[in-house]
Structure formats: structure tokens, C-alpha cells
């Protein structure tokens, strides 16, 4: 055989060889771990008692989902290899579940106690105590996990069957000072031609509102007069209660102009994202054209007004006269308007009464119950602050004795995800207690700087290069009162404080997980209110009410050509950024 004939024959048996010894399987793909939570957080035993710990790997379709225990004080107590906790003797311990993959941990603190413990004696001449209010307290419940993808409207293509509100005055409120507008008498037209906002279980739907008594002010501080003021916000006080565009029934209204948000959707993503991580309240709002006198103002959010109602609103109900310990509403706000307000000793915040509103600066309420009721609440927050600033830790001692903390975690990651600019404890921050709560955060408000919405954030807040996007801690790294020469937030507050408590960070990173698959629905949301609110957001664009949609370049944040290319940066800014998060809370 010549050369030519052994090379052919040595290549088709190679040939033949490679076809037979072809592997007939599939590659499996490989799902790292990206986090794990441990329940629960905190537990308290006696001597010889035992626990099972439960940790929860995610995500739930990880390859290697293998944990390893350890305990930081076996003296204490000790667990085994399938998270066992036996408690040994009276002391605390820290119980950590790490991942094999990736080395994620997270936390349980056992509290140890002897059964040999003695009973506290009763003292034989006890000093009057006020009698404890019925019951225990409060828990809010997980209300976002039944949440859908998105609202289900009747869309409409033309805009001249967008529901639109129409507002007559004999003249426009006037701006008195920072904050402070007049009321004016006027009527007020609800109209939806169309029915978009009908469920079609609702009977009682009003297309037409017909005219309606009301009083209007402006409201907003700085974004009162920006881009010129070619657009304000505003709020409406109804004569009566009405239901509107099928919200419940109200006499309080706000139209949100957004005139600084160019693609009009930021506080409609913020207050979808309060209902996912369930928050207290999470007041409602539909898209509306709006018109003043006949006259085309532009595209508006109607929103509900904040208001105190136990069931229906802000959930507290106000303390009532004779009494200290009743429902309180406050806002933390460095603006200078009327509001009576105190500054906390700890971190100098601003705080305003909302509810009760004890007057104003000009003309306060300075009666006795006023007096005992400012003293209380007063009292209250600066405990909490003086508390968290000593690192008092300790869940049944320390801040967390005053302070609701599952409120506290669900305002964080709706902050921190927005990266909202006036999110940091410093405006628009809402307080309340009530008589069977601590101090906790009822809602969020005021998201139009937020989701890369700000040019100047990395400057103005001192942000390393580079984490001033969809990457980089924000809210957990800027408190401060962003007064007295701490522009930049550098000082710490409540948030830089609480992410030193290890129980805290655990809770974090538990609430995370739970959540974490609700803000995955988020792009969706924002694409279908795209589509629902197209015709009156193409009306805003080319009636010259929305100029940052409608410049001259496609510069972002600060320049778009349209506002679907503004909706479109921001939808990019928010999965980033949630992609971050998710990465980075399940590292701490």
C-alpha cells in the first residue's frame, strides 16, 4: 500500500472513530449560589432545649445548594451539621450558615437561658405605672406577595379618550414662601370617556364625575419652579369624599407634575416597588391629562393624598386629648416652611408634626396636651436615635425595642434600589408610632431624582468614581442632616448605624431573598404603563411640557430626544441596578 492509500485510510478511520465516540448527552448548565437567609433570625432557649435552623439557598435552582453550621460560642450552644441548635449553658451565640459555593452566610443569635434562673421579686412598694394599652403589638403582614406583573387597563390610542381632569379658578394660588401656597376656591371634572381605569366588576364606576366643588394650592418646594416653571404640582381638597378613576373614596388629592423626570414613570416604579416589599401604606394613582381653565397643563399622576386613616391610609389613629401614647405622624424635611417642627438631639434631623399638627411656627398650639404630647413624641424619636448611636444592639434593650425594623428594611430597599437622591433620611421621610406600634416608616413619597435622575449625585454626595450609577451603595453609605456643613451626608445616621447591627444585616438579606422575585416583575411594569399612558405622554411631549424628552441630544440623564428613549435609560438603570444589589446584599 502506498503512502497516499495509508494517510486516506488512517483519516476516514478517524473519522468513523469520532462519529461513534460522539457523547450523546446534554451539558448541564452550572446555577451559582447568589445568597442564603437563615430562619429564624433571633430565637431564645433554656438550657438543654433545641432548635432547628432552616436555611434557604438561593436561588432555588442553584447547583450546589451544601451549607456548612458553626456556632461562635459553643459554651453557649452548638448545632450540628444539619443546622441543630442545643442550647448548654446560659450565654449568647452567633449561629452562621455558609455556602459551599461562593462562602455566603448568614446569621442566627441564640439567646441561652437557665432554667435555674430566678423569677424577678416584686417590689413591695411600687411606684405607679401607667397601665398598658390591650393587646400586643402590631405586625404588618407581607401584603406584596399577591401583587401582579402589572396593572390590567382598557387601553386607549387616542388621546382625547385618556381620562383627563379638568380644573377651573378665577385665579392661580400663589406662592408665599418655601412650601407655602394659597388655597383658592374652584371646581374639578373627573372624566374617563373610555372607562380605562374600570375593573369590570365595578357597577358603581363613574365615567363622569360631573363639576365638583374643591379647593386648590400648589405644593413642592425646589420643583415648583423647575424647568421654568412650565409646570406645577398641586393639591386638591374635594368638597365631599369621592371615589375617582375607581381609587376609594377621598376628599385629598395630589397631581404630581413629574416635570423634572423625563420619562414621567419614576414615582409610579417607587410606589410599585413600596407594594411589592409591602410596605404599611402605598397610596394609589392613575396616569390623568390635565386641563386649567380650558386650557392644556399637561400630563399628570393623581395621586392619593397622605392622609391618617387606620384602615384605609397611613395606618395610626391620632392621639386623641388627654392622652401621650396615641398615633403620631412625622416628616423628616429640611425645607424651611410653616410646619412646626423639633431637631432630634442625636443627628440633628429636622422633624415636622404632621399629625397632630399642633399650629404652626406663627401660631402654635402650645396647650397642655400639645405640650405633653410634643414632649412624648419628641421623647420617643430621640431615644431611638441616642439608643442606635450607642449601639445598643440588644433586641429586647436596644433601639430595636423602640424601632420597628421590618419597616425599616422595606423603605431601605426601595431607597437604596431607586438610589433615590432625596431617599437618604433627609426630605420626604415619614415617621409614625401608634399606640400598639414602635416608631415605624408608614410609605414612601418623592421619587422623581431617582433611577440615574441626577447628573450631580456623584459630586454633591462625595461618591466614589464610578459608583455613582446603577453600581455603588448609596442610602447605606450617605446619612447626615445635609445641613450645617454636611452637604454631602458623610455623617451617620440611622441607616449607617443600623448596617453595623449583625441582626439587622441578617434581616436585610432574608427580606431580600422574599422579595427579590416581585422586583424581577419591575421592567414589565414599566413596559406596559409605557404602553398604557402612550397617548397622553406623546401629548405632554409635543405641548412642550416634558423638555428634558424632548432636547436636542440623546445625553443622559440630563438630555433625550423622546420620552421613550428616557423610559428606556431608566428601565436599563433599574435591572442593573437590581442585579447589583442582589450580588452585593447577599455578600454582607
Not at 224 to 240: C, F, P, Q, R, W
Not at 444 to 468: A, E, H, Q, T
Not at 540 to 550: G, H, L, Q
Request: negative net charge; glycine residues 8%.
Amino acid at each position: 500500500m502506498n503512502i497516499r492509500n495509508i494517510r486516506l485510510l488512517a483519516i476516514v478511520t478517524l473519522a468513523f472513530a469520532g462519529v461513534s465516540c460522539k457523547p450523546d448527552r446534554i451539558v448541564e448548565k452550572t446555577v451559582s449560589v447568589t445568597g442564603v437567609a437563615v430562619s429564624p433570625v433571633t430565637a431564645s432557649l433554656e438550657i438543654g432545649e433545641t432548635l432547628q435552623l432552616e436555611a434557604t439557598v438561593s436561588p432555588a435552582d442553584a447547583t450546589v445548594r451544601d451549607v456548612e453550621w458553626s456556632s461562635n460560642n459553643e459554651a453557649a450552644a452548638t448545632v450540628d451539621a444539619k443546622g441543630l441548635v442545643t442550647a448548654v449553658a446560659a450565654g449568647n451565640a452567633s449561629i452562621t450558615v455558609t455556602t459551599r459555593d461562593g462562602g455566603y452566610s448568614a446569621r442566627s443569635r441564640i439567646t441561652v437561658k437557665s432554667k435555674d434562673d430566678p423569677e424577678p421579686q416584686p417590689n413591695p412598694n411600687p411606684e405607679p405605672q401607667p397601665q398598658p394599652h390591650p393587646g400586643t403589638l402590631r405586625t404588618w403582614e407581607d401584603t406584596g406577595a399577591d401583587v401582579p406583573r402589572h396593572p390590567t387597563y382598557n387601553a386607549v390610542t387616542d388621546v382625547k379618550d385618556f381620562p383627563r381632569i379638568d380644573i377651573t379658578w378665577e385665579q392661580e394660588t400663589q406662592r408665599l414662601a418655601e412650601g407655602e401656597y394659597t388655597w383658592v376656591d374652584g371646581t374639578v371634572r373627573f372624566r374617563d370617556p373610555k372607562g380605562m381605569y374600570k375593573d369590570d366588576d365595578d357597577t358603581a364606576y363613574e365615567t363622569d364625575s360631573q363639576v365638583l366643588q374643591m379647593r386648590i394650592r400648589g405644593r413642592g418646594n425646589t420643583s415648583y419652579d423647575a424647568e421654568g416653571g412650565i409646570k406645577h404640582s398641586y393639591k386638591i381638597k374635594l368638597a365631599e369624599h369621592r371615589k375617582v378613576f375607581g381609587m376609594k373614596g377621598d376628599k385629598d388629592w395630589i397631581l404630581l407634575a413629574d416635570v423634572q423626570d423625563p420619562s414621567l414613570l419614576r414615582n409610579a416604579v417607587a410606589l410599585r416597588i413600596s407594594r411589592l416589599v409591602s410596605m404599611p401604606w402605598t397610596p394609589k394613582y392613575r396616569a390623568v391629562e390635565v386641563y386649567f381653565n380650558g386650557n392644556y397643563g399637561g400630563c399628570y399622576l393623581l395621586v392619593e393624598g397622605k392622609e391618617v386613616d387606620r384602615e384605609n391610609k397611613i395606618p395610626i389613629t391620632v392621639v386623641g386629648p388627654g392622652e401621650t401614647d396615641g398615633g403620631y405622624l412625622l416628616e423628616i424635611d429640611n425645607k424651611g416652611d410653616y410646619d412646626r417642627y423639633f431637631r432630634t438631639e442625636t443627628f440633628q434631623k429636622k422633624i415636622k408634626f404632621k399629625e397632630p399638627e399642633f399650629g404652626d411656627r406663627y401660631n402654635p398650639d402650645n396647650s397642655a396636651d400639645a405640650v405633653a404630647q410634643i414632649d412624648y413624641i419628641t421623647g420617643y424619636v430621640n431615644d431611638v436615635e441616642r439608643l442606635l448611636k450607642e449601639r445598643a444592639f440588644d433586641p429586647e434593650t436596644g433601639y430595636q425595642s423602640k424601632l420597628d425594623l421590618y419597616t425599616f428594611i422595606g423603605n431601605y430597599i426601595v431607597q437604596e434600589l431607586t438610589m433615590n437622591v432625596d431617599g437618604g433620611m433627609r426630605l420626604s421621610t415619614y415617621f409614625a408610632k401608634d399606640k400598639d406600634t414602635k416608631l415605624f416608616m408608614p410609605m414612601v413619597w418623592d421619587f422623581d431624582l431617582s433611577l440615574g435622575n441626577c447628573s450631580y449625585i456623584g459630586n454633591d454626595f462625595n461618591l466614589d468614581y464610578g459608583m455613582d450609577g446603577p453600581k455603588g451603595w448609596f442610602i447605606k453609605i450617605r446619612g447626615g442632616s445635609f445641613e450645617n456643613g454636611d452637604w454631602d451626608g458623610s455623617q451617620k445616621s440611622y441607616y449607617q448605624y443600623l448596617f453595623e447591627d449583625p441582626l439587622f444585616v441578617a434581616a436585610l438579606k432574608e427580606r431580600w431573598n422574599l422579595v427579590k422575585p416581585r422586583l424581577d416583575m419591575i421592567p414589565d411594569f414599566i413596559d406596559k404603563m409605557a404602553e398604557y399612558n402612550k397617548p397622553a405622554y406623546d401629548h405632554n411631549v409635543t405641548a412642550r411640557k416634558n423638555p428634558r424628552a424632548a432636547r436636542w441630544a440623546y445625553n443622559p440623564p440630563d438630555n433625550f430626544t423622546s420620552w421613550s428613549e428616557a423610559v428606556a435609560y431608566m428601565k436599563d438603570f433599574y435591572t442593573q441596578r437590581l442585579a447589583w444589589l442582589d450580588t452585593e446584599i447577599n455578600k454582607l
